[in-house]
């Protein structure tokens, strides 16, 4: 079965430190990529995606993600994080063929002020 | 532009009863899917419904169906109950089918007795 997986389930870190979340996924055919974000009280929203061209793909709010296919990777950064950054992160992959989505187990991020 | 709406917002239910979940995508969205959130795991795809027909479908038995209107609005059913379909269900709508960007609800919290 394919699978995706987050590494880091919860991480806490103090304001302007830099944050990376990884994301690997198991289907070695054509993917789509998102992050998602859950902000306390609020439903999921799309951080970003990655459909094709420039593996490098830029977000709202100053996020990042970098597709490396060798890898199966699509890890979600920020430079500079801040306490509204507060929210549980989800990556999720699209199997373009069979019409299915999955998504990781999610990453609690807790931002310090 | 109203967003995803989905009825009810809770739901209790005993062991075997059939429940219901109702979605309105966002206006000229075309693609409907559902999905599970058990607490503590990241959201479990079940169906993806594009035109009013089932395109995607997820590793749940069969007491899982759903079906989408020519108003592209969707219900999801579930039937004979088990403790462990107690979860939060999402419903997401996206304008076209496989691979788009998802817009998600704010789910039904359905509690199984």
């Known amino acids: 079965a394919q699978s995706v997986s987050q590494h880091n389930h919860h991480v806490i870190l103090s304001e302007a430190a830099s944050l990376e979340l990884g994301c690997n996924y198991s289907?070695?055919?054509?993917?789509?990529l998102f992050w998602y974000v859950q902000y306390p009280g609020q439903h999921l929203q799309l951080l970003l995606k990655?459909?094709?061209?420039?593996?490098l793909v830029k977000g709202i709010k100053g996020f990042e993600a970098e597709f490396i296919k060798s890898k199966f990777s699509f890890n979600l950064r920020k430079p500079s994080v801040q306490w509204s950054d507060t929210a549980e992160y989800f990556c999720a992959v699209n199997i373009y063929n069979f019409n299915k989505f999955y998504f990781g187990s999610g990453t609690k991020l807790n931002v310090k002020p | 532009d109203a967003g995803v709406t989905q009825s009810p917002t809770h739901l209790i239910k005993t062991r075997g009863q059939h429940v219901t979940l109702r979605c309105s995508p966002i206006s000229g969205h075309k693609s409907v899917s559902w999905y599970q959130q058990v607490l503590g795991q990241g959201p479990q795809f079940i169906f993806q419904?594009?035109?009013?027909?089932?395109?995607g479908r997820g590793n749940f038995p069969d007491r899982f169906s759903a079906r989408q209107f020519p108003n592209y609005s969707s219900e999801l059913n579930v039937n004979a109950l088990l403790l462990g379909d107690s979860a939060l269900y999402l419903c997401a709508s996206s304008p076209a089918g496989a691979g788009n960007e998802q817009f998600f609800g704010p789910g039904t919290r359905l509690t199984v007795l």
């Open positions: 419904y594009y035109e009013k027909e089932e395109r």
């Open positions: 289907y070695g055919g054509t993917v789509n």
């Open positions: 990655y459909f094709s061209g420039d593996p």
